[in-house]
C-alpha cells in the first residue's frame, strides 16, 4: 500500500488529512443563480452553519462548451435561458465577483475555493490567490486539465463520481508527477443519489489504493449517508448548500439549507468524537454505574464457623462493592473462620483456603469488584 500522505496545511490553522477534523465543505456552486448578493448572503449563512469552506464553480463558456453545446435549445422549469450558452452564462459569477466573495469568506475565517472547469477560469482561481482547487468528478478524466492544476503546486481536492478506478488511477498517476497534496472524494454523481447507491465502504478502497486522503461528497437527500461517512474517517465532506431547497436549478434537491448543514455540522462533530477511542476502555462513568449496578457475592443463609461453602450458599446481589460474582469459583470449597449471616458480602478475611489447596489464607485472591 503507497505511503500515507501528510496533511494539508491551509490558513486560517486548519489541516486536512488524518487526525484532523473533517474539512465541512458547503459547496454553493451555482446554487446563488448568478446573484451576487445572493452568493453573499450564502457565505454568511454558511459561517453560521460551522462550514469550514465555502466551494463555488467558474466556467468559461467558450473554453467549456461546443458553439454547437452553447447554441442547443434549453427550455424547461430548471433554465435560466433559451439556449444552453444563455442558461450557463446566467448562472456564472464574474472575476471580480469571485474576489470579493474570497475576501467576504476570508473575513469570516473561512477558506475560499472553486471547481475549475477549463483551463482560463483554473488560471483566474489562481490569480485570484485561493488556497486550493477543486477538480469536479467530469473532468476527472480531463488530464490536460489536471496537469494544469497539478502545476500549480495548490493542494487539490479531487472528485470520483462518473469513473471507474482505472479513471483514477490514471488522475493519480498525472497529479503526482507534481505532488500528492491530493485528497480523494468518493462521491456518486446523481442528484439526488439514492441511499443504496452511495457506497460509502469505497473510501477505505480509495484510502488503500492510494494512501492519499480521502474524503465523501454527498449528493444525497438526507444526512444519514453522511453522517456515516464519519465512521470511515473522511478529511473532508462536501455537501451542496441553498438557501432554498423549492428554487429552481437542478443542484437545489440534493443540497442542504443552513439549518439542515448545521446540523449535519454538529452530528459529524459528534461522530467524530464518538471515533476517538479505539480499544474497550472503562471509564469513571462506567465504574460509578458498575458500583451501583453490578452484584457481588454474598451469603445465601446463615452458616456457622468452619462450615466448608458450596455454591448453593453463595448468591449475587447488588450493589457491586464487593467481590465479584466472577470469583464464585475460588470461594466455593473455602471453610468459614466466623459465623455468617445471610445477604452479608462474601470478604475474604473470613474464609480460609480449602485443605486441597497449596494457596494459605493470605494467598486468596485479592478483592475484586469486576470492573
Known sequence: MPTAAPSIRLRHGRSIGPGCPAFLVAEIGNNHQGSLATAKEMVRAAARSGACAVKFQKREMAALFTKAGLEAPYGGPHSFGDTYGRHRAALELSGDDLAELKTLAESLDLTFFASAWDAPSLRLLVDLGVEMLKIPSADLVNLPLLRLAGETGLPLVVSTGMSVLADVDAAVTELRRHHDRIVLLHCNSSYPCPDEQVGLPVMDILRRRYGLPVGYSGHERGLG????????????????????????????????????????????????????????????????A???????????????AGHVLGPEDLTAKCPGTGLSPVLGDAVAGCRLLAKVRQDEPVAWERLAAPESSDVGPAGLPQALSGF
Do not use: W
Not at 290 to 304: E, G, H, I, N
Open 225 to 288: 449517508p453522511t453522517i456515516a461517512s464519519v465512521a470511515f474517517g473522511p478529511a473532508v465532506i462536501e455537501r451542496h448548500f441553498t438557501l432554498d431547497r423549492t428554487l429552481p436549478g437542478t443542484d437545489h434537491q440534493a443540497s442542504l439549507t443552513p439549518e439542515e448543514f448545521a446540523a449535519m455540522a454538529g452530528m459529524v462533530r459528534e461522530a467524530e468524537a464518538a471515533m476517538r477511542v479505539a480499544r474497550k476502555h472503562l471509564f469513571p462513568g462506567e465504574a460509578a
Open 290 to 304: 458498575a458500583a451501583k449496578l453490578r452484584k457481588s457475592l454474598v451469603f445465601a443463609r446463615d452458616l456457622p
